[in-house]
């Protein structure tokens, strides 16, 4: 088992930037490969970003590349999104994940953290 918890959510006006952490717990942290999903009211879970178990490769979307930056400390076993020049449609409840392999498809991922909520105001 892993256990996964967020942190760093709130409000943020448009421009703006928010760092989202991601503590884990239980299971060999190293060995898992880490990701960032989001939903919004009335949607579907989205992939934002994921990394690999080393930290030598990561995945984004489109809707992101550029403005947010995916990183990990196998040291403190933690996970960070670093989120700049945000935009209202980036308002959803992230959701930091873990499993051994990193696919765009949120029904891979074995591990969920409880969700932190990030608003950006226009």
């Known amino acids: 088992q892993v256990q996964l918890v967020e942190s760093g959510g709130g409000l943020v006006q448009a421009g703006g930037s928010l760092r989202l952490s991601c503590a884990a717990s239980?299971?060999?942290?190293?060995?898992?490969?880490m990701g960032w999903f989001r939903q919004a009211p009335g949607k579907e879970r989205e992939f934002v970003a994921a990394i690999y178990w080393d930290g030598g490769s990561t995945i984004y979307a489109d809707s992101v590349k550029g403005r947010f930056t995916i990183s990990r400390d196998n040291t403190k076993n933690t996970v960070a999104l670093q989120m700049n020049n945000l935009k209202p449609e980036d308002t959803a409840v992230y959701y930091c994940?873990?499993?051994?392999?990193?696919?765009?498809?949120?029904?891979?991922?074995?591990?969920w953290g409880q969700g932190t909520q990030v608003t950006v105001s226009s």
């Open positions: 994940t873990a499993d051994r392999i990193p696919t765009r498809m949120a029904t891979t991922w074995a591990y």
């Open positions: 239980g299971r060999t942290f190293s060995g898992y490969s």
